[in-house]
């Protein structure tokens, strides 16, 4: 996992699944300055419900949040717990990235 | 193959064990999106665990990774914190508006499996099994011209065909063969999917012999299956086309069958014959297998083609039994209630059975209880392996937690040759279990009683049984049955 900081943005890249453990080292990288969270999942087979619920609570305090290349099992995940069109999950979600790199 | 892991309650380990649940349900056969769903149940599963199991020291527990040719199922043993899943139940509007995610998780786990059993084991802690079915391509999706085979027997005496062992490039065909041989209506569902008949001749978990015609047709098929951690198989899936049956080819396929069995060290093979008929007893008779069980209630009720009818109850499976290598005695203890039964099984058998007296029994502490539950039969298993102080309560807590699944039936497997059973025997009739009968060799090369507990109404009268011990089993179970009824 890759955690970078520019002023107030925190970008973290994970090189495994966001789950429970990844969960913890995140928010103990993050100070109430951050306003900016970007989380580049390229390389996660999996997200779980774990981490799922720390975006939602990211989210719910107001601050900013950038998701890049999600695996498709994060939309079977906010459809089971009822969570798909309750958040502005197509402007969190960014999905360009991976193929903006390919092509460079 | 199966699996066992024993790791810490440490949330460091979640992403180590779903990389080894995705790989292993991917070599199980899961393509790759269920594979996904499947691993993303077990690394919930293993989050609850470290959360709610051991909040505040990490303790180790245990996941078993089982599969067969329909289904992969994660088991996970724990001895941690009580805690019941059906009392965490996600709410929505309570996670979008407070933040509360409560049971998320568990509900997961519920969309992403076949099945979730949560099991209460006393003592011995807590049992979460989650499973996933395995979906093929089914034979009629490969080959959708493929028509039911009506027509009339061919041939001469003098047609030729030949036997071979089969190998995985016989799948298909084989799959071909019960489709135009059954329609729907075999009961091994697994044979219409030719990816798993493939995996299971590539894993030797399945032995058995195809016949062609000169034309190189497939016409018969007949195929032994090991049974897991044991020596001894289940002749389970047999076939001849009909425009080629009474020309010999069960026969020669069957006395194939039996040598390759002997060449692969196999020490006995199983026959399971259903009940609404007598004809594959018949069969199994004719080739000195020997019957040794009459299991209740054992799978749902079904059409027979050639009855045309509905079986109206679930269908009860006669258990007949060969030794595949002579054995002349066994010394077993034998609880009282079934001493004469039990013996006048090994004698027809033909092994001699010395009954051993049980002293002073050095007791073990804790009973040792492996559960396997059935999802298409809807029932249980319970396999005995050591019988503690705490017997009465762990056996109670197990069945009472499998009895609200609306199980037909539970059956209960004692080691013969545990001192302990005939003190075990008292509490395992109190609580329903009646007479099943015996099982040789069928776990780690010991000897087994099973009783069983059926939950649903069944009419003995249709139960039709070809053998003379048959009959008296059927009897003494019948006698128990109604008695524990009253």
């Given amino acids: 996992m890759r955690i970078e900081r520019e002023g107030q943005k925190l970008t973290v890249r ?22 900016k969270l970007e989380i580049d999942l390229t390389r996660s087979k999996l997200i779980d419900s774990e981490g799922v619920i720390f975006l939602h609570h990211w989210m719910a305090k107001g601050k900013h949040l950038q998701i890049i290349n999600p695996p498709a099992i994060l939309l079977k995940i906010l459809e089971v717990l009822n969570l798909d069109d309750q958040l502005d999950w197509p402007n969190i979600i960014s999905e360009t990235k991976l193929q903006k790199e390919v092509s460079s | 193959m199966d699996a066992v892991i024993e790791l810490e309650a440490r949330s460091e380990l979640i992403g180590s064990v779903a990389d080894f649940a995705y790989k292993w349900a991917l070599n199980a056969g899961l393509p790759h999106e269920a594979a996904l769903e499947f691993t993303l149940a077990v690394d919930e599963l293993v989050t609850n665990i470290v959360l709610f199991a051991f909040p505040d020291s990490p303790k180790r527990f245990k ?59 006393g003592k011995e802690g807590k049992e979460f099994r989650l499973s996933k079915q395995i979906m093929d391509l089914h034979i009629t999706d490969l080959d959708e011209e493929l028509e039911i085979d009506t027509s009339p027997a061919i041939g001469t005496a003098h047609t030729t065909y030949q036997v071979f062992s089969i190998t995985p490039d016989d799948a298909e065909d084989i799959s071909r063969l019960i489709y135009r041989t059954y329609d729907y209506t075999y009961t ?44 001894v198989a289940e002749v389970a899936e047999a076939v001849v086309s009909p425009p080629h049956r009474q020309k010999g080819i069960m026969t020669r396929m069957m006395k194939n069958l039996i040598r390759i069995s002997k060449e ?73 209630p079934y001493q004469k039964m039990i013996t006048s099984i090994f004698e027809n058998l033909g092994i001699r059975c010395r009954t051993l007296k049980s002293h002073d029994i050095e007791w073990m502490h804790h009973s040792d209880i492996q559960i396997e539950i059935d999802y298409r039969d809807n029932t249980a298993l319970l ?38 059973i005939h003190h075990a025997m008292d509490t395992i009739q109190a609580m ?25 109404n069944l009419d003995f009268s249709i139960i039709a049984i070809h053998s003379e011990l048959g009959q008296e089993i059927k009897s003494l179970i019948k006698k128990e049955y109604h008695a524990n009824r009253t």
Avoid: W
């Avoid at chain 2, 044979?191 to 047709?217: C, H, M, N």
């Avoid at chain 2, 199994?284 to 109206?312: C, G, Q, R, W």
């Avoid at chain 2, 705490?390 to 497997?413: E, R």
């Fill in chain 2, 432 to 456: 329903g279990y009646i007479f099943c009968g015996v099982f040789p060799l069928i776990k780690h090369d010991r000897y087994y009683l099973r009783m069983q507990k059926v939950y649903v």
């Fill in chain 2, 383 to 420: 396999v005995i392996r050591e019988i503690g102080k705490d017997f009465k309560q762990i056996l109670g807590k197990i069945t009472g937690s499998l009895a609200v699944k609306k199980l037909n039936a539970i059956y209960l497997d004692i080691p013969l040759d545990d001192p302990a």
């Fill in chain 2, 63 to 121: 996941l078993r990774f089982k599969r067969n040719l329909s289904i992969v199922e994660v088991i996970a043993n724990e001895l941690g914190e009580p805690f019941d899943p059906d009392r965490h139940v996600y709410d929505a509007q309570q996670a979008l508006e407070h933040g509360d995610f409560e049971g998320a998780g568990l509900a997961l786990i519920h969309a992403l499996t076949d099945e979730f059993v949560f099991i209460n084991k």
């Fill in chain 2, 188 to 231: 091994k569902e697994e044979l219409y999917f030719p990816k798993k008949i493939e995996r299971a001749i590539q894993q030797k978990e399945k032995l058995g012999v195809i016949v062609r015609s000169a034309e190189g047709d497939a016409v018969g098929y007949f195929a032994v299956i090991r049974i897991t951690d044991s020596q």
């Fill in chain 1, 14 to 35: 994970l090189e495994r699944d966001f789950n429970l453990f990844v969960k913890k080292e995140i928010k103990a990288r993050l100070s109430p300055d951050i306003e």
């Fill in chain 2, 264 to 336: 692969n060290g196999l020490l006995g093979l199983y026959g399971h014959a259903v009940t609404p008929h007598k004809i594959s007893q018949r069969v199994n008779a004719k080739y000195d297998f020997k019957s040794t069980a009459l299991m209740l209630a054992e799978s749902p009720a079904v059409t027979y083609k050639k009855l045309h009818e509905t079986y109206p109850q679930p269908v009860s499976i006669l258990v007949d039994f060969k030794l595949l290598k002579p054995i002349k005695q066994v010394n077993l203890y034998l609880p009282d």
